[in-house]
């Protein structure tokens, strides 16, 4: 949920209701992250957790990103912007938010677009800190279980925005969905599992702890909360028939991402190279002109499969809900289990 739609208020309020709210550090200076932090502990006490991207180690195509530069020009006079200058070896500040998070001793952090190494979750382990890796794939939950990690996030390609796979390639957009790739880490690795993409309701809730999940993560489902940073427009859009499909894009980061089909990803999506964060940088002005504007055709419109189920309730409310729904399902689920197929009212 980085970009803005993760705030400090969303994260507290989560928190409070019982729910487990993540911060999100990607594209935050460390500084701006401290302020976060100090905000969602001011607002509650309970455990929260705080997301951090890997650093990309992938090559780019100069070549590429200078084509794409080009084609991009028109949308730079579109909205009266210079297209984003992308700094050389950035790290998003890696190594200073590793810094701030073990000083702060933050109850939990996630890792997402690659494994942090043993030596980075030994850090975190000797303040106390769990560390969660995010995988797309079995063999990356192998990579996150060698490394020490406490906690896997399993994401599924229903998820909304950036796929967290190791490599940016965009072959990782697509894949094994949600069930079925639960079932695949489940038998890769001895690790609780907390599962994510497109879960927009209790019952999606109920149907992955039966799966083998531990724990669900929703992000689509709170971009619509008053807690949540997303634009308006976003939020309007989640609901608009005009932005009905979800597509798996490189056009606005340079990294599969999913996101309302709007213009911007008709018109570039199979332009765009893969070379993150590069792409994201160069695109950067184009999305907040288009915000500015209030033109969902230009912004990064990051959501789920499931994003027309997205439901307008403050976040302590939705996690409520969440949790009421998915007690229903469970109790109608183990209802269905004790009845014989065809003979209704007889037990097993």
């Given amino acids: 949920m980085a970009g803005g739609a993760s705030t400090p208020a969303l994260v507290g309020e989560v928190s409070a209701a019982g729910g487990l709210g993540f911060l999100a550090a990607g594209y935050r200076s460390p500084a701006d992250l401290r302020a976060d932090l100090v905000q969602v502990r001011a607002r509650t006490g309970a455990l929260f957790g705080?997301?951090?991207?890997?650093?990309?180690?992938?090559?780019?195509?100069?070549?590429?990103?200078?084509?794409?530069r080009l084609a991009l020009a028109g949308?730079?006079?579109?909205y009266g912007v210079t297209l984003g200058d992308p700094p050389v070896g950035d790290t998003d500040g890696w190594e200073e938010k590793l810094a701030l998070l073990v000083e702060e001793r933050v109850p939990l952090v996630s890792f997402t677009f690659g494994c942090p190494s043993p030596s980075v979750v030994d850090r975190f382990h000797e303040v106390g800190t769990a560390v969660v890796g995010t995988v797309?794939?079995?063999?990356e939950a192998r990579a996150c279980s060698r490394a020490g990690v406490d906690v896997l996030v399993v994401q599924g390609p229903e998820a909304g925005g950036h796929r967290a796979s190791f490599t940016p390639e965009p072959s990782q957009g697509n894949g094994v969905g949600l069930l079925p790739l639960l079932a695949e880490v489940r038998d890769a690795v001895d690790l609780d599992?907390?599962?994510?993409?497109?879960?927009?309701?209790?019952?999606?809730?109920?149907?992955?702890?039966?799966?083998?999940?531990?724990?669900?993560?929703?992000?689509?489902?709170?971009?619509?909360t008053p807690e949540s940073g997303a634009h308006p427009r976003h939020q309007a859009a989640l609901v608009d028939p005009r932005f009905s499909s979800t597509s798996v894009t490189l056009a606005f980061s340079g990294r599969p991402a999913r996101g309302l089909t709007n213009?911007?990803?008709?018109?570039?999506g199979n332009t765009a190279p893969s070379a993150y964060p590069q792409v994201h940088?160069?695109?950067?002005?184009?999305?907040?002109?288009?915000?500015?504007?209030g033109d969902p055709d230009g912004m990064a419109l990051w959501a789920g499969q499931g994003h027309r189920f997205t439901r307008d309730l403050p976040a302590r409310r939705l996690v409520e809900v969440l949790a009421a729904e998915a007690a229903e399902a469970a109790v109608l689920t183990a209802g269905r289990l004790r009845r014989v197929p065809g003979q209704p009212g007889e037990s097993r």
């Fill in 281 to 293: 940088h160069l695109t950067v002005p184009i999305r907040k002109a288009a915000a500015a504007a």
């Fill in 263 to 268: 213009r911007f990803i008709r018109e570039y």
């Fill in 75 to 78: 949308e730079a006079q579109r």
């Fill in 136 to 139: 797309t794939s079995a063999d």
């Fill in 50 to 68: 705080v997301n951090v991207f890997v650093p990309a180690t992938s090559a780019t195509d100069p070549v590429a990103l200078d084509r794409y």
């Fill in 193 to 224: 599992l907390i599962a994510a993409g497109g879960i927009m309701d209790g019952g999606a809730v109920a149907a992955v702890l039966a799966a083998g999940a531990g724990a669900a993560q929703l992000g689509t489902a709170f971009l619509r």
